[in-house]
C-alpha cells in the first residue's frame, strides 16, 4: 500500500510564500512522476504541475509557471511544492498524487494514490 501525505498548508498573506510537503510511504515505490493538483470550493480538481520521479523533469499549469515550483529528494521520498507571490485565488486544498503513466498528465484520472490534501487560504 501505498501512502502520501501532505502538509505545510495554513494561511498567508497575498503577496507570501508557502512550501508544501508530500512524504511518500509504503511498499516499493517507483512511478514515473508525481504531480500536484488543488480544488477550490466549487470547483473541479486542477493540475498545478508535476516532476518525473527520477527528477529530471517537471511541467506546470501555463497560468502558475513562474511562481510555483516542485522538487523533489529521492532520499527522504519526499515531492515539494514552493509556492511565491501567493494570491487569494491560489485559495485551495492541495493534493499530492502519484501516476505511473508516462507523459506528465493532467487529468485526475490518471493518478493512482492521492494524499489526503492540505489546506491553503491566502488573504486578501
Known amino acids: 500500500q501505498v501512502q502520501l501525505v501532505e502538509s505545510g498548508g495554513g494561511l498567508v498573506q497575498a503577496g507570501g510564500s508557502l512550501r508544501l510537503s508530500c512524504a511518500v510511504s509504503?511498499?516499493?515505490?517507483?512511478?514515473?512522476?508525481m504531480g500536484w493538483f488543488r480544488q477550490a470550493p466549487g470547483k473541479e480538481r486542477e493540475f498545478v504541475g508535476g516532476?518525473?520521479?527520477?527528477?529530471?523533469?517537471?511541467d506546470y499549469a501555463d497560468s502558475l509557471k513562474g511562481r510555483f515550483t516542485i522538487s523533489r529528494d529521492g532520499a527522504k521520498k519526499t515531492v515539494y511544492l514552493q509556492m511565491n507571490s501567493l494570491k487569494p485565488e491560489d485559495t485551495a486544498v492541495y493534493y499530492c498524487?502519484?501516476?505511473?503513466?508516462?507523459?506528465?498528465?493532467?487529468?485526475?484520472?490518471?493518478?493512482?494514490?492521492w494524499g489526503q490534501g492540505t489546506q491553503v487560504t491566502v488573504s486578501s
Open positions: 516532476i518525473t520521479w527520477s527528477g529530471g523533469s517537471t
Open positions: 498524487a502519484c501516476t505511473w503513466v508516462v507523459g506528465m498528465p493532467r487529468s485526475t484520472s490518471s493518478y493512482a494514490y
Open positions: 509504503g511498499r516499493t515505490f517507483s512511478p514515473y512522476a
